[in-house]
């Protein structure tokens, strides 16, 4: 089944740098790649997401890519902001029906981004 | 995503005892989710429902139950067959059906639950 690696756990970057978390999945049939954001003791909110087909996606200062033939996918934000200062899940969606969990999105375990002004 | 609410936002309960949390939806969405969260574990999936009046455990699913009557509603019971349950709870929903409707999740604001 599908499995989510996130790294790194932790970054930590000057404000003003740019920020890059990368994530490898499992399942080549995965067609949905969401990047979410969470403040402390806060939702997750969706940030940016990249479909399959695309494989790259800009928004403001943040931008998603994704390789299909080495299944990995990164964030990166640029400009950095102490606002910025996060966890950051990603996320696939297997298209597979694999143990009672079609079509939901699996989970990295997060990167907590810490911006130092 | 303030279509979605928890309540309540703070839990405590005594070891032993069931719980149910509330998670409601005025977005129409067909797709409902409960994921727990724990300190660098991520989000795991706990049940989902991708239409009333059914269910499907999710990767956590032991301890818990859930009940799909109301499209707008998916409480989550955690009953005392869990073992650890202090944890955060997040609800999520999505409009997502046959695979041809957006994929997004929308999180509720979460339950932390403290068991002692």
């Known amino acids: 089944g599908e499995n989510v690696e996130q790294h790194p756990s932790t970054l930590s970057v000057q404000e003003g740098d740019s920020a890059v978390i990368k994530c490898t999945y499992s399942?080549?049939?995965?067609?949905?790649f969401p990047w979410y954001k969470q403040e402390l003791g806060k939702r997750p909110q969706l940030i940016i997401d990249?479909?399959?087909?695309?494989g790259e996606k800009k928004d403001q200062r943040i931008a998603v890519t994704l390789n299909k033939t080495a299944k990995h996918f990164s964030l990166h934000i640029t400009e950095t902001q102490p606002e910025d200062s996060a966890v950051y899940f990603c996320?696939?969606?297997?298209?597979?029906?694999?143990?009672?969990?079609?079509?939901?999105?699996?989970f990295g375990k997060g990167t907590k981004l810490s911006v130092k002004p | 995503d303030g279509g979605i609410t928890q309540s309540p936002k703070y839990l405590f309960r005594k070891e032993g005892q069931n719980v149910t949390l509330s998670c409601e939806q005025n977005?129409?969405?067909?797709?409902m989710y409960w994921y727990r969260q724990d300190p660098g574990q991520g989000l795991r999936l706990i049940y989902y429902?991708?239409?009333?009046?059914?269910?499907q455990k999710g990767d956590i699913a032991e301890g818990y139950s859930v009940s799909r009557e109301k499209k707008e509603s998916f409480p989550l019971t955690v009953t005392s067959a869990q073992k650890n349950p202090t944890a955060f709870y997040l609800c999520?929903?999505?409009?997502?059906?046959?695979?041809?409707?957006?994929?997004?999740?929308?999180f509720g604001p979460g339950t932390r639950l403290t068991v002692t």
């Open positions: 999520a929903s999505s409009p997502f059906r046959g695979g041809r409707s957006s994929y997004e999740q929308y």
């Open positions: 399942d080549s049939a995965s067609n949905y």
């Open positions: 990249i479909r399959s087909n695309v």
């Open positions: 996320a696939a969606r297997p298209l597979t029906y694999y143990g009672g969990s079609q079509g939901n999105l699996i």
């Open positions: 977005l129409n969405h067909d797709a």
């Open positions: 429902s991708q239409i009333v009046n059914d269910f």
